[in-house]
């Protein structure tokens, strides 16, 4: 079994994908001949020609648009966004028409459209590349949305996301994709979009994660030595409520950690559901460990913004000694 890393993961899971369904088509800004910005579709023009990998104008929603229509008429389009703080101007084609044609016709059409976009902070980008907008999708009717945080993880989501019969975006860890490798098997294989995995078990409390913050999230628990259980949410919309409600249960305390600003994340939504249906079971207020209510700043500031293992091992500290 191979070692990946998560950009492998996502040029293995295109690369069977296309060979396995012609209908499979890529798109997006430099995603044939250079590869995209980070050589996720590297040599895959070549191998499956221009009329399948396509290199676009520089226009999010045109390319969104182009999609949008090719989904509708039995086209499978991979797009390829480079940065998801790029994704706003395609969020009109998103919102508006990707989630909402199996609703406005009935049923009679569908939209199997998939959005990678990679996201999250720590790369030194500039600006408006390093969102991480998870919430604004996941509030979109018709729209799933996932959020990969280990290779195995990304090949079996990104092949689920393109056998979906509706539109999902595919939010990749950009700060994780070279960082972390795994085994991962050659052959084809998916991930249930809708379905947590418990990273770590535990029983003092749970850490409830996502995305790129969930390598930060066990080193934090390492260094604590506190025994958390890990659940990774993985996919946003749908998301694992009986895995979150089934753990919290069982510890009695947690937090929850995500890049995102606080105030409307993602976060809040979990919360909210542990409340309504384990309220009785809690020892301690759920604590959110996030992003600040700002912009992400330029780099010198950068990882002072993202949640960091002493920010974490305090919250974990606070929820197990109230």
Do not use: W
Not at 147 to 161: E, F, R, V
Request: with cysteine; hydrophobic share 40%; glycine share 8%.
């Amino acid at each position: 079994m191979p070692k990946m890393t998560i950009i492998q993961a996502v040029t293995n899971a295109l690369d069977l994908a296309m060979k396995k369904d012609k209908s499979v088509v890529v798109l997006g800004e430099d995603v044939g001949i250079n590869g995209g910005v980070f050589r996720a579709t590297d040599g895959l023009q070549k191998k499956y020609g221009e009329k399948r990998v396509i290199d676009t104008p520089l226009t999010e929603e045109g390319i969104m648009g182009n999609a949008v229509g090719l989904a509708v008429n039995g086209i499978k389009p991979v797009v390829e966004i480079q940065f998801s703080g790029f994704l706003a101007p395609a969020f009109d084609q998103l919102f508006s028409h990707a989630g909402r044609i199996r609703s406005r016709s009935r049923g009679r059409f569908t939209c199997p459209l998939v959005v990678r976009a990679p996201s999250g902070g720590g790369i030194r980008a500039l600006e408006l590349h390093s969102e991480y907008p998870e919430s604004y999708y996941a509030h979109a009717p018709g729209i799933k949305v996932v959020c990969p945080s280990t290779p195995y993880d990304m090949k079996g989501l990104l092949l689920a996301a393109i056998e979906d019969p509706d539109p999902v975006v595919v939010l990749e860890p950009m700060r994780l994709y070279r960082a972390v490798k795994q085994d991962v098997p050659s052959k084809y294989y998916t991930v249930p979009i809708g379905k947590a995995s418990i990273m770590r078990p535990g029983k003092a409390l749970t850490i409830i994660t996502y995305g790129s913050v969930t390598k930060t999230v066990r080193e934090a628990v390492e260094e604590s030595g506190i025994d958390a259980e890990i659940l990774d949410m993985r996919s946003i919309f749908p998301f694992d409520t009986e895995a979150v409600i089934k753990s919290i249960k069982k510890t009695g305390r947690g937090i929850v950690v995500h890049e995102a600003p606080k105030t409307c994340g993602f976060g809040a939504e979990i919360v909210a559901t542990i409340n309504e249906k384990a309220l009785d079971f809690l020892e301690a207020p759920i604590l959110r460990v996030c992003g600040y209510d700002t912009a992400l700043p330029f780099s010198k500031m950068e990882l002072d913004y993202i949640p960091s293992v002493s920010r974490i091992i305090k919250a974990m500290k606070k929820v197990v000694d109230y």
